[in-house]
Nanobody, 126 residues
Framework: QVQLVESGGRSVQAGDSLSLSCAVSGGTSDRYTMAWFRQAPGKEREFVAALSPFGYRTFYADSVKGRFSMSGNNARNTMYLRMSSLKPEDTAVYFC???????????????????WGQGTQVAVSS
């Protein structure tokens, strides 16, 4: 089973760009569904983006579509979430998640994933 470590979170201004990284170790991540979720204070964890096994397809939450981009390096040992035009409502702890399978009906649900990183804090001020 893979292990995940996020990094890159910090405080930024509205309209800024920021890239988060998720270091993947302990397995062949190209066989995994990889995803980003976020959780704001007092709110449930919500889906941000997902990358299907072997990178064939990428999916985004409507709230970030056109502003965020998820990708992986060639070795797929690092996953990225590139965020632009950040808004105060993007403030949250961002988590990287992994699952060793794919499901069209479940990839956006947090309980689909069995491996999580510790999270990295993103704060966007107006």
């Amino acid at each position: 089973q893979v292990q995940l470590v996020e990094s890159g979170g910090r405080s930024v201004q509205a309209g800024d760009s920021l890239s988060l990284s998720c270091a993947v170790s302990g397995g062949t991540s190209d066989r995994y569904t990889m995803a980003w979720f976020r959780q704001a204070p007092g709110k449930e964890r919500e889906f941000v983006a997902a990358l299907s096994p072997f990178g064939y397809r990428t999916f985004y939450a409507d709230s970030v579509k056109g502003r965020f981009s998820m990708s992986g390096n060639n070795a797929r040992n690092t996953m990225y979430l590139r965020m632009s035009s950040l808004k105060p409502e993007d403030t949250a702890v961002y988590f990287c998640a992994a699952k060793g399978s794919w499901s069209d009906s479940s990839y956006y649900q947090s309980n689909f994933y069995d491996t999580w990183g510790q999270g990295t804090q993103v704060a966007v001020s107006s």
